[in-house]
């Protein structure tokens, strides 16, 4: 009965995602224009690059790997992506957020599931057109076997609630700041820079890549797309999606213990 609940939250939270359609609509230009813009920057990298041709390598990529890096990154972004910290904070900031303590449900439960629900309808409206656009023009290579594909699959989904959990906890921030706008740009920035996205982790220098492997926020994008591109396979495969499982029960389990804390002593603005 209660998993029902939070199944309802999901669904009405993706419906309410139908209601801005059109910002999802011009959200695929931008992140082709994401994709395109890194490509060429690449390519630009590797025809630079000292190392003989063919299948020249820098920072152990070669150039259709790189691509692929790209490519898959900024797809598979743009199905963790969520909301839940500047929907939290603006419930806080309106006064809503009375109404959801009151509410005889899990509030860490509800805003997980909600932000489930969004990522349900980025998948279909949002992540899939975008596969198809890119698809047609870059050579995105495939995963490199099924077990690659696999471990890719549940890195996504492990990926989508450490994102969601961590939002959680920035957000949980407006019940005693009111005011987070900054905190959530603050976040924005290191999650991408430190996930990968942007730069390979090979790229920073050694001692530093081994710091952000093991932070939370390279579990978001490096992580899987080292399982998608087959760089971890087998037992590394498996430690990897130990570490991600790892840290969504540290979130959870903090993000939890934060709410508790915030909750506690609590000055209810607006109405």
């Known amino acids: 009965m209660r998993a029902a609940v939070y199944l ?40 630079a690059s000292s190392s003989p041709a063919p ?18 990154g900024w797809l598979l972004r743009s199905f963790y992506f969520n909301n839940v910290d500047r929907d939290l904070a603006a419930e806080v900031v309106e006064g809503k957020i009375a109404v959801v303590l009151i509410k005889p449900v899990d509030p860490q439960l509800m805003y997980l599931a909600q932000a489930a629900g969004e990522s349900v309808f980025r998948l279909l409206l949002f992540t899939v ?81 081994r710091v952000l492997q093991w932070l939370p926020f390279s579990q978001l994008s490096y992580t899987p797309l080292q399982l998608y591109l087959g760089k971890w396979r087998g037992a590394a495969a498996l ?12 979130l959870f389990v903090g993000g939890r213990i934060y709410w508790g804390f915030s909750t506690r002593r609590l000055s209810i603005q607006g109405g």
């Open 55 to 72: 299948g020249r390598s820098v920072a152990g990529n070669d150039a259709g790997q790189m691509i692929t890096y790209v490519a898959v």
């Open 129 to 209: 057109p975008i596969t198809a656009v890119i698809l047609l023009v870059y050579p995105v290579a495939p995963p490199r076997d099924p077990a690659s594909a696999a471990a890719f699959g549940c890195s996504c989904v492990l990926a989508l609630a450490i994102f969601a959990l961590l939002n959680f906890i920035v957000g949980t921030m407006a019940l005693q700041l009111q005011s987070i706008l900054g905190v959530i740009r603050a976040k924005y920035f290191i999650v991408e820079f430190t996930s990968g996205l942007l730069i390979p982790l090979q790229f920073f220098p050694e001692r530093l890549a």
């Open 8 to 47: 309802e939250f999901a669904r009405v939270a993706c419906l309410k995602r139908l209601g801005y359609r059109l910002r999802y609509f011009t959200g695929i230009v931008t992140y082709f224009l994401n994709v395109t813009v890194y490509y060429f920057i690449w390519r630009a990298v590797y025809s």
């Open 239 to 250: 430690e990897a999606l130990a570490l991600q499982l790892a840290w969504a029960v540290a």
